[in-house]
């Protein structure tokens, strides 16, 4: 219905300006020669409206959606300050000593270039306009999603571009303890997009699959996701993208990149580490338990055998290493926490020792 309003405008505003320049400049014309200009200025009104208005408002329209209140507010204040400007420009022009047409084109020549550069500063400026104005993360996601929890302050989270692809950031949020609303940045999706592209074969797989899991994550009812168009064409790297991203929306950062995970620490952003909450929810083994393993390997050490929990925890099994290939209960002697996860040491046990030597 709106893009028809807008249509009908063009068409009124291209015979309207037809007829005024028919009229006063060109009144020795014939009137079917008169009559033709302005039909002409209509159609050229119409197929502008229907084809130029109807390629750019939805574009425009879409925008206007993703755009925050403080953009908007920001976008308008440019608008009259530039109107502002673009005034006192023409008030010390001399601008009725010129003709009424050029006069006319030299004031809109000014009002739009004016009026297009102020937008534009402050449009650059809208972060240091939202800090002075004391406007802070509260309204930058796209419909301004509240959680009335923790003083009705939002809980944002970034996904970044390996917590997507890696796929478990959709099961975590199935099983509900993951509140709050998921954001995934523009930049985010463009680099998802760029590698679905790749000629690779591996990065292609990689990148459909974390498009498809984006896709299923939205058809979610219980799930809260986004996506938000906001970008900093100044930067290059896409990391630094969503840690100022972060800062500015006082989000936490959800990845499984360990990078990322010391930059967003350096900036003093919050990060969910899927790899850390994968490594604190494995079963917890206490020195004494009984294990039923699947020997695999050698160890690096003499006699050692190397087997695996389903949650592909590593178990370093002492003297194991005649058991390859084989199934045997183990005793866990110690246990140790690494960077790198939750390894096990055991030995196997006694009484499988000395049914294995009977044997």
Same mark, same amino acid.
């Given at each position: 219905m709106f893009f028809k309003l807008l249509t009908f405008f063009a068409v009124f505003f291209g015979g309207i300006l037809s007829s005024w320049l028919?009229?006063?400049?060109?009144?020795?014309?014939?009137?079917?020669?008169?009559?033709?200009? /302005?039909?002409? &200025?209509? +159609?050229?009104?119409?197929?502008?409206?229907? %084809?130029?208005? #109807? *390629?750019?408002?939805?574009?425009?329209?879409q925008q206007f959606h993703n755009a925050s209140i403080p953009e908007l507010l920001t976008g308008a204040a440019g608008i009259l300050f530039g109107l502002l400007v673009s005034g006192l420009v023409l008030f010390s022009l001399p601008m009725g000593k010129l003709p009424e047409l050029p006069g006319t084109l030299l004031t809109l020549m000014v009002v739009l270039t004016t009026t297009g550069?102020?937008?534009?500063?402050?449009?650059?400026k809208r972060?240091?306009?939202?800090?002075?104005?004391?406007?802070?993360?509260?309204?930058?996601?796209?419909?301004?999603?509240?959680?009335?929890?923790?003083?009705?302050?939002?809980?944002?989270?970034?996904?970044?571009?390996?917590? /997507?692809?890696? &796929?478990? +950031?959709?099961?975590?949020?199935?099983?509900? %303890?993951?509140? #709050? *609303?998921?954001?995934?940045?523009g930049f985010v999706l463009a680099e998802l997009q760029k590698i679905a592209d790749s000629?690779?074969?591996?990065?292609?797989?990689?990148?459909?699959?974390?498009?498809?899991?984006?896709?299923?994550?939205?058809?979610?009812?219980?799930?809260?996701?986004?996506?938000?168009?906001?970008?900093f064409e100044e930067l290059a790297d896409v990391d630094?993208?969503?840690?100022?991203?972060?800062?500015?929306?006082?989000?936490?950062?959800?990845?499984?990149?360990?990078?990322?995970?010391k930059v967003a620490e350096l900036y003093g952003v919050p990060v969910l580490n899927i790899n850390e909450l994968a490594n604190a929810i494995k079963p917890v083994a206490l020195p004494g338990e009984e294990i039923l393993v699947h020997v695999i390997k050698d160890g690096?050490?003499?006699?050692?055998g190397i087997?695996?929990?389903?949650?592909?925890?590593?178990?370093?099994?002492?003297?194991?290493?005649?058991?390859?290939?084989?199934?045997i209960h183990v005793t866990v002697t110690s246990v140790l926490q690494t960077a790198a996860g939750r390894m096990i040491f055991a030995k196997p046990k006694e009484e499988f020792i000395a049914k294995t030597a009977l044997s």
């Open positions: 028919v009229f006063t400049y060109l009144p020795f014309l014939g009137i079917i020669v008169k009559l033709g200009i /302005v039909l002409a &200025g209509i +159609i050229g009104g119409y197929f502008s409206g229907r %084809f130029i208005l #109807g *390629n750019c408002w939805p574009r425009w329209e550069m102020v937008v534009k500063i402050f449009w650059a972060e240091e306009i939202y800090s002075f104005f004391g406007l802070r993360g509260e309204c930058f996601e796209p419909a301004c999603i509240k959680e009335n929890r923790g003083g009705n302050r939002p809980a944002y989270k970034l996904l970044d571009t390996s917590a /997507v692809i890696d &796929g478990r +950031i959709a099961d975590i949020c199935r099983t509900g %303890f993951l509140e #709050g *609303n998921l954001i995934v940045p000629s690779d074969s591996l990065k292609r797989n990689r990148g459909r699959r974390g498009l498809d899991i984006l896709n299923k994550m939205q058809k979610e009812p219980n799930i809260s996701i986004r996506i938000y168009d906001k970008d630094i993208k969503i840690v100022r991203l972060a800062k500015l929306m006082e989000a936490r950062v959800i990845t499984n990149d360990f990078n990322l995970n690096k050490e003499h006699g050692q087997a695996y929990l389903e949650d592909g925890t590593m178990i370093v099994v002492d003297g194991g290493r005649r058991y390859i290939g084989e199934e």
